[in-house]
């Protein structure tokens, strides 16, 4: 079975810091492993994945995730915020072959100008 | 190429009744998941076609129903509609096969439910 746990249901940051949202996992099998975004009254959208490539993986609109077999983590980081990346975000998770992602609860980001 | 496609974005229904909604996903994709959308619970996955069979089932009561047409077309249905029905029903497709999936999935606007 898979799950994921994001820390933090709401996190605020200043525009132009760093922003950090936590995502643990748990997976009885090698992870597929999924950060999407959500804009008010949107669906969701593919940030970046993992796929077994590299740990390191870089996505779109500057954000990029770091996978950590040790930790089971797989934390989204962006260098400088910026009052567009205010949205909720989700961590999520499958296996190779499974259709099934199960996503994280979300974490809300707030830019503050 | 045209994205996941939903309909109705918008409805209202009163307690009682029914709604169907639809999802037309990206051409070519064989897989189409259902996934609920509220604020207390998340997003949980109602239900995941792939070629007209329902590989995955959430746990949902019985009046949650969904299928998938020949050409990948998908509906699901809500019967007997209940207060704690209201929420964001989101459509995604993906291309499916078990060799190509890496679990990556492209969604649809979504169809909001208010249930008075």
């Known amino acids: 079975a898979q799950s994921v746990t994001q820390l933090g249901s709401h996190v605020s940051v200043s525009e132009g810091a760093l922003v950090l949202l936590r995502c643990n996992y748990s997976?009885?099998?090698?992870?597929?492993l999924f950060w999407y975004v959500q804009y008010p009254n949107q669906g969701l959208q593919l940030l970046l994945k993992y796929t077994s490539a590299a740990t390191l993986v870089k996505g779109i609109n500057g954000f990029e995730a770091e996978f950590k077999k040790s930790e089971t983590s797989f934390h989204l980081t962006k260098p400088s915020a910026h009052m567009s990346d205010a949205a909720e975000y989700f961590c999520?998770?499958?296996?190779?072959?499974?259709?099934?992602?199960?996503f994280g609860q979300g974490t809300r980001l707030t830019i503050n100008p | 190429k045209a994205g996941v496609t939903q309909t109705p974005r918008y409805l209202i229904k009163t307690r009682g009744q029914q709604v169907t909604l639809s999802c037309s996903p990206i051409s070519g994709h064989r897989s189409v998941s259902w996934y609920q959308q509220t604020p207390g619970q998340g997003l949980q996955c109602l239900f995941e076609?792939?070629?007209?069979?329902?590989?995955n089932k959430g746990n949902f009561p019985g009046r949650f129903s969904g299928r998938q047409f020949s050409n990948s077309r998908s509906e699901m249905n809500v019967s007997t509609l209940e207060l704690g029905d209201s929420a964001l029903y989101l459509c995604?497709?993906?291309?499916?096969?078990?060799?190509?999936?890496?679990?990556?999935?492209?969604f649809g606007e979504g169809s909001r439910l208010t249930v008075l």
């Open positions: 999520a998770v499958s296996g190779w072959g499974a259709q099934k992602l199960v």
């Open positions: 997976s009885s099998v090698p992870p597929y």
């Open positions: 076609y792939f070629s007209e069979t329902q590989r």
């Open positions: 995604a497709s993906s291309l499916g096969g078990w060799q190509a999936n890496t679990g990556e999935l492209f």
